[in-house]
């Protein structure tokens, strides 16, 4: 199961994780007394607990959702992967593009359940079948390192494995998520294995647990997830419900959970305090574990011990009095707690860099710490450390809540041009009733907006405004070629935070991006400071945004980004074309201007030999944002290879040569798939029949249709809506797409007159479908258990019927077909079959028995029925010259073989 070769071909850029860090980015959207009751609650809540699992999706939201919003818990989840190598159920988007879709979602499920979200470098490569599989593409040692740094990053005093990291997992990357998380949970504090200055400073969490997922399980740690929320007006289900919603891409997006009570259980299977302890016995996962608010002070040194005391008892006055319809009745203990907080943060050296609250609280290289001067950074110092970090976020956000004080950024345009500028207007909203005092607001760090106190009485705002010139489009660490299948490790070195030192060890270090919590990650940041009931508070308000209206979803809002001043984008990042024949080939590239005035450029063409281009002029001029398509004709011939093909545009200031394509869908913030303006050219040997034609009915993840179509196919997409109503007569062959009769259930009451199409002599070719053998669509029964698939993308195929007209018309299959084949050969494959159909090929994985489900074909009246589980969804787009060639030879199994004729089809 390699990654897909025209993924790294295309060298796919994914811009959607903004890149500055921020210490609240994870929060729930809540205001007002919902957003006040949580803060106030969890202002002395000092535990953190991290759960690791292997794909978006994986994590238990209900346990999550009760921890981080019912009980004020921090908490994260750590994802192996991305789920690059999933099925798209709202899209065509496979591979690096869905990663970054499923990314979004697990970020979109974060602000909701109130989380944290890691990531590993690990690129999901497709289903694997056993834990061994599974480290023959990834790197063990690498692996358990990310896993480890995250833990050293974040700190948690208790883990939650979701797997057990036993065969009883299924997928082989549950059972190395459940097994790397209790390696690490083991490994976590030994420096001599991860040196301090590659991994961070050591961590041993205290406790190890086993999730269970809602199954009583002997001794284990009970919790009532349905728990009702009577401020937020929700269960913790309700809101877990919502939040594994938003893992849309992969048909979540159901009916919330029902109300009432709802248990979730955990095993513990380790700890390091309460060893004694049968787990039976446990009331808690933090039982035997200090975390108590008294044990911060007891750490800290005597001047912020004070005011960590003093903080203690404001805070709990304020929980104790808070009245949620008047919350400033409890602004000047909220206030002063902020304030002693930050103080008890700035007298408290930094023993780590603060990778997991923000950019404002890191140390940068060479800056001075008592720490650093020889103070001790034991695991005390760390924990203390984590815990400030913490306190400081709530305690301000509290005391601004409770104020009435909001803080907004805006700016008119969502992107703004490298070099460009633009005004960002800051409006800082006083909504209480005593006057407050802007005293300091800066854009990342940087970009002051005001030089003197503003006074902001009850009832009104100040409105500031300062131009900004150029944004960065950080691209994610993750994003770029793969070393096997883990992602490169590097650092952007536009975030301005790449480089920083580790207290303690006196040498400059790279921060891994696996360090940093992907929700903390921000383009821009805006820090205020206000005296709020006479306390100078701080606090980071979130990024620079641009606000825009809808006419159905009505307003939007989107952070602001950066962008080249013009970009050039193919259509697809591949081109399919007949080999050894003349070529004439039209190729449309969108070109578009993000400047904020005019720009003239020439071009150049990178192109193979044996081609000539065609209609590319002399030189363009586009005006201020301003939009144009390029039609590129190239005439030639080629050889069967792949060929790189793209074009530059070039000034005399330099040269353009990135694109992007925008995915929008409504749950998830956008976001721009970049790569660079070229394209691959696959020239195949294929021959295809002269009366070919094809009805196409789109599936999941879905891309096949427009590459039948560049290789001269007539194709005709059509959607299962209007399948009683088109004229099917008018074309040889009908495909179904993969998971199509899921994606569409009206298809399945409209497969009659499928079937009608070919008994009146159509071909129909039927794509895999996870249910497909149980929804009465197939002609003769199969049966297709969900575990039969042949995930070794070079597993050996058997030709079982050599004469087979599937195998040698119009192409003659042969070996070189299944070589270079990418992610698996096939999926939900038929193990039993109705004897009525040919099995024409054998294939399986090592080790197992023997699968012949993968193409079947049948006569069904004057036509043919044929059914294939390869995985040709995945070698078409991925540029596997075998995949269109079978595919070609199943869409003509209908046709006569000599003349290439189609039977004749009656309406």
Same mark, same amino acid.
């Given at each position: 199961?390699?990654?897909?070769?025209?993924?790294?071909?295309?060298?796919?850029?994914?811009?959607?994780?903004?890149?500055?860090?921020?210490?609240?980015?994870?929060?729930?959207?809540?205001?007002?007394?919902?957003?006040?009751?949580?803060?106030?609650?969890?202002?002395?809540?000092?535990?953190?607990?991290?759960?690791?699992?292997?794909?978006?999706?994986? @994590?238990?939201?209900?346990?999550?959702?009760?921890?981080?919003?019912?009980?004020?818990?921090?908490?994260?989840?750590?994802?192996?992967?991305?789920?690059?190598?999933?099925?798209?159920?709202?899209?065509? !988007?496979?591979?690096?593009?869905?990663?970054?879709?499923?990314?979004?979602?697990?970020?979109?499920?974060?602000?909701?359940?109130?989380?944290?979200?890691?990531?590993?470098?690990?690129?999901?490569?497709?289903?694997?079948?056993?834990?061994?599989?599974?480290?023959?593409?990834?790197?063990?040692?690498?692996?358990?390192?990310?896993?480890?740094?995250?833990?050293?990053?974040?700190?948690?005093?208790?883990?939650?494995?979701?797997?057990?990291?036993?065969?009883?997992?299924?997928?082989?990357?549950?059972?190395?998520?459940?097994?790397?998380?209790? !390696?690490?949970?083991?490994?976590?504090?030994?420096?001599?294995?991860?040196?301090? *200055?590659?991994?961070?400073?050591?961590?041993?969490?205290? *406790?190890?647990?086993?999730?269970?997922?809602?199954?009583?399980?002997?001794?284990?740690?009970?919790?009532?997830?349905?728990?009702?929320?009577?401020?937020?007006?929700?269960?913790?289900?309700?809101?877990?419900?919502?939040?594994?919603?938003?893992?849309?891409?992969?048909?979540?997006?159901?009916?919330?959970?029902?109300?009432?009570?709802?248990?979730?259980?955990?095993?513990?299977?380790?700890?390091?305090?309460?060893?004694?302890?049968?787990?039976?016995?446990?009331?808690?996962?933090?039982?035997?574990?200090?975390?108590?608010?008294?044990?911060?002070?007891?750490?800290?040194?005597?001047?912020?011990?004070?005011?960590?005391?003093?903080?203690?008892?404001?805070?709990?006055?304020?929980?104790?009095?808070?009245?949620?319809?008047?919350?400033?009745?409890?602004?000047?203990?909220?206030?002063?707690?902020?304030?002693?907080?930050?103080?008890?943060?700035?007298?408290?050296?930094?023993?780590?860099?603060?990778?997991?609250?923000?950019?404002?609280?890191?140390?940068?290289?060479?800056?001075?710490?008592?720490?650093?001067?020889?103070?001790?950074?034991?695991?005390?110092?760390?924990?203390?450390?984590?815990?400030?970090?913490?306190?400081?976020?709530?305690?301000?956000?509290?005391?601004?809540?409770?104020?009435?004080?909001?803080?907004?950024?805006?700016?008119?345009?969502?992107?703004?041009?490298?070099?460009?500028?633009?005004?960002?207007?800051?409006?800082?909203?006083?909504?209480?009733?005593?006057?407050?005092?802007?005293?300091?607001?800066?854009?990342?760090?940087?970009?002051?907006?005001?030089?003197?106190?503003?006074?902001?009485?009850?009832?009104?705002?100040?409105?500031?405004?300062?131009?900004?010139?150029?944004?960065?489009?950080?691209?994610?660490?993750?994003?770029?070629?793969?070393?096997?299948?883990?992602?490169?490790?590097?650092?952007?070195?536009?975030?301005?935070?790449?480089?920083?030192?580790?207290?303690?060890?006196?040498?400059?270090?790279?921060?891994?991006?696996?360090?940093?919590?992907?929700?903390?990650?921000?383009?821009?940041?805006?820090?205020?400071?206000?005296?709020?009931?006479?306390?100078?508070?701080?606090?980071?308000?979130?990024?620079?945004?641009?606000?825009?209206?809808?006419?159905?979803?009505?307003?939007?809002?989107?952070?602001?980004?950066?962008?080249?001043?013009?970009?050039?984008?193919?259509?697809? &990042?591949?081109?399919?074309?007949?080999?050894?024949?003349?070529?004439?080939?039209?190729?449309?590239?969108?070109?578009?201007?993000?400047?904020?005035?005019?720009?003239?450029?020439?071009?150049?063409?990178?192109?193979?030999?044996?081609?000539?281009?065609?209609?590319?002029?002399?030189?363009?001029?586009?005006?201020?944002? @301003?939009?144009?398509?390029?039609?590129?004709?190239?005439?030639?011939?080629?050889?069967?290879?792949?060929? @790189?093909?793209?074009?530059?545009?070039?000034? &005399?200031?330099?040269?353009?040569?990135?694109?992007?394509?925008?995915?929008?869908?409504?749950?998830?913030?956008?976001?721009?798939?970049?790569?660079?303006?070229?394209?691959?050219?696959?020239?195949?040997?294929?021959?295809?029949?002269?009366?070919?034609?094809?009805?196409?009915?789109?599936?999941?993840?879905?891309?096949?249709?427009?590459?039948?179509?560049?290789?001269?196919?007539?194709?005709?997409?059509?959607?299962?809506? !209007?399948?009683?109503?088109?004229?099917?007569?008018?074309?040889?062959?009908?495909?179904?797409?993969?998971?199509?009769?899921?994606?569409?259930?009206?298809?399945?009451?409209?497969?009659?007159?499928?079937?009608?199409?070919?008994?009146?002599?159509?071909?129909?070719?039927?794509?895999? &479908?996870?249910?497909?053998?149980?929804?009465?669509?197939?002609?003769?029964?199969?049966?297709?258990?969900?575990?039969?698939?042949?995930?070794?993308?070079?597993?050996?195929?058997?030709?079982? !019927?050599?004469?087979?007209?599937?195998?040698?018309?119009?192409?003659?299959?042969?070996?070189?077909?299944?070589?270079?084949?990418?992610?698996?050969?096939?999926?939900?494959?038929?193990?039993?079959?109705?004897?009525?159909?040919?099995?024409?090929?054998?294939?399986?994985?090592?080790?197992?028995?023997?699968?012949?489900?993968?193409?079947?074909?049948?006569?069904?009246?004057?036509?043919?029925?044929?059914?294939?589980?390869?995985?040709?969804?995945?070698?078409?787009?991925?540029?596997?010259?075998?995949?269109?060639?079978?595919?070609?030879?199943?869409?003509?199994?209908?046709?006569?073989?000599?003349?290439?004729?189609?039977?004749?089809?009656?309406?």
């Amino acid at each position: 199961m390699k990654r897909s070769l025209l993924c790294a071909a295309a060298a796919l850029i994914v811009l959607a994780a903004p890149m500055m860090l921020a210490p609240s980015a994870a929060r729930a959207q809540e205001r007002g007394a919902p957003a006040t009751d949580q803060l106030v609650r969890g202002a002395t809540v000092t535990g953190r607990v991290l759960m690791i699992a292997a794909h978006p999706d994986d @994590e238990d939201t209900q346990l999550i959702a009760f921890l981080a919003r019912g009980r004020r818990v921090e908490t994260a989840y750590l994802s192996l992967t991305r789920g690059d190598g999933g099925q798209n159920l709202i899209g065509n !988007e496979l591979g690096e593009a869905l990663g970054a879709i499923r990314t979004e979602e697990l970020l979109a499920a974060r602000r909701l359940d109130g989380g944290h979200q890691y990531f590993t470098r690990a690129f999901d490569f497709g289903f694997s079948k056993s834990a061994e599989e599974t480290y023959k593409h990834w790197d063990h040692d690498s692996l358990l390192a990310d896993v480890v740094t995250v833990i050293r990053s974040f700190r948690p005093h208790v883990i939650v494995a979701v797997f057990s990291g036993t065969p009883a997992d299924g997928h082989g990357h549950h059972q190395v998520s459940g097994l790397l998380a209790r !390696e690490a949970y083991d490994a976590a504090a030994d420096t001599a294995r991860f040196p301090v *200055k590659r991994y961070g400073r050591a961590w041993a969490p205290l *406790k190890f647990y086993r999730g269970a997922r809602g199954n009583r399980i002997a001794g284990a740690v009970a919790m009532n997830v349905g728990e009702y929320d009577p401020v937020l007006g929700r269960s913790y289900a309700e809101i877990a419900g919502e939040s594994r919603a938003q893992h849309r891409s992969q048909g979540f997006g159901g009916i919330q959970q029902r109300k009432g009570a709802q248990m979730d259980y955990v095993l513990r299977q380790g700890s390091r305090v309460n060893e004694s302890t049968p787990p039976a016995d446990e009331k808690s996962i933090f039982d035997g574990i200090d975390t108590s608010f008294a044990r911060l002070a007891r750490a800290a040194a005597p001047a912020a011990r004070t005011a960590l005391t003093a903080a203690q008892a404001l805070l709990d006055s304020a929980r104790d009095a808070v009245d949620l319809r008047r919350p400033d009745g409890i602004v000047r203990w909220l206030a002063r707690a902020a304030r002693l907080a930050q103080d008890a943060r700035t007298a408290t050296p930094r023993c780590m860099t603060d990778i997991h609250t923000g950019a404002m609280s890191m140390m940068r290289a060479g800056e001075d710490n008592d720490a650093q001067r020889g103070g001790a950074c034991d695991a005390t110092a760390l924990d203390l450390d984590a815990a400030l970090n913490t306190l400081t976020t709530r305690t301000a956000e509290a005391a601004f809540e409770a104020a009435g004080v909001a803080v907004e950024a805006t700016a008119p345009q969502e992107l703004l041009a490298f070099g460009d500028s633009m005004p960002v207007t800051l409006t800082v909203y006083n909504r209480g009733h005593e006057n407050v005092t802007l005293a300091y607001a800066r854009m990342n760090d940087a970009l002051p907006f005001l030089f003197a106190p503003i006074i902001i009485s009850p009832d009104s705002s100040a409105r500031l405004s300062r131009n900004i010139i150029g944004l960065v489009d950080s691209r994610p660490w993750w994003q770029g070629p793969h070393i096997g299948d883990l992602f490169a490790m590097h650092e952007s070195p536009s975030d301005g935070l790449a480089r920083v030192s580790y207290v303690g060890v006196g040498s400059l270090t790279t921060v891994p991006g696996v360090a940093v919590a992907e929700d903390a990650r921000r383009i821009t940041n805006i820090r205020v400071t206000a005296s709020i009931a006479g306390q100078m508070i701080t606090m980071d308000a979130g990024p620079v945004m641009y606000h825009s209206a809808d006419p159905l979803l009505g307003e939007q809002n989107r952070p602001v980004g950066g962008v080249p001043a013009v970009t050039l984008a193919f259509d697809r &990042g591949l081109e399919w074309m007949i080999a050894n024949k003349p070529l004439d080939h039209l190729m449309r590239v969108t070109i578009k201007s993000f400047a904020s005035t005019p720009r003239t450029f020439s071009f150049r063409i990178v192109k193979p030999g044996g081609l000539r281009v065609d209609s590319i002029p002399a030189s363009m001029t586009l005006q201020a944002g @301003e939009q144009k398509e390029l039609f590129v004709r190239v005439r030639g011939q080629l050889k069967a290879d792949r060929y @790189e093909f793209g074009i530059i545009a070039e000034t &005399g200031n330099g040269r353009y040569m990135d694109g992007f394509k925008a995915v929008e869908y409504g749950h998830i913030r956008p976001i721009r798939l970049y790569r660079y303006s070229a394209i691959w050219l696959q020239a195949v040997d294929i021959t295809i029949p002269a009366t070919l034609s094809v009805a196409y009915i789109q599936g999941v993840g879905d891309n096949v249709a427009p590459f039948l179509r560049q290789l001269g196919i007539p194709v005709t997409i059509i959607s299962a809506e !209007e399948l009683p109503v088109v004229d099917l007569g008018r074309f040889s062959t009908v495909v179904v797409g993969p998971r199509a009769y899921e994606a569409h259930r009206e298809l399945v009451a409209y497969n009659a007159r499928l079937i009608d199409f070919a008994k009146k002599g159509g071909t129909l070719v039927v794509q895999y &479908g996870q249910d497909i053998a149980t929804i009465g669509v197939m002609p003769y029964p199969v049966t297709t258990p969900r575990t039969s698939r042949v995930t070794e993308e070079e597993a050996p195929v058997t030709i079982l !019927e050599p004469k087979s007209r599937v195998l040698n018309s119009p192409n003659r299959i042969g070996d070189a077909d299944w070589k270079d084949w990418v992610q698996e050969r096939g999926l939900y494959m038929p193990t039993v079959v109705d004897p009525h159909y040919s099995t024409p090929l054998e294939m399986h994985d090592p080790g197992e028995l023997n699968i012949k489900g993968a193409v079947l074909v049948t006569p069904l009246g004057k036509g043919m029925y044929v059914f294939t589980s390869l995985a040709l969804f995945r070698q078409i787009p991925g540029g596997v010259p075998g995949g269109p060639r079978l595919l070609v030879n199943l869409l003509s199994a209908g046709l006569e073989p000599d003349r290439a004729v189609p039977r004749r089809v009656i309406p």
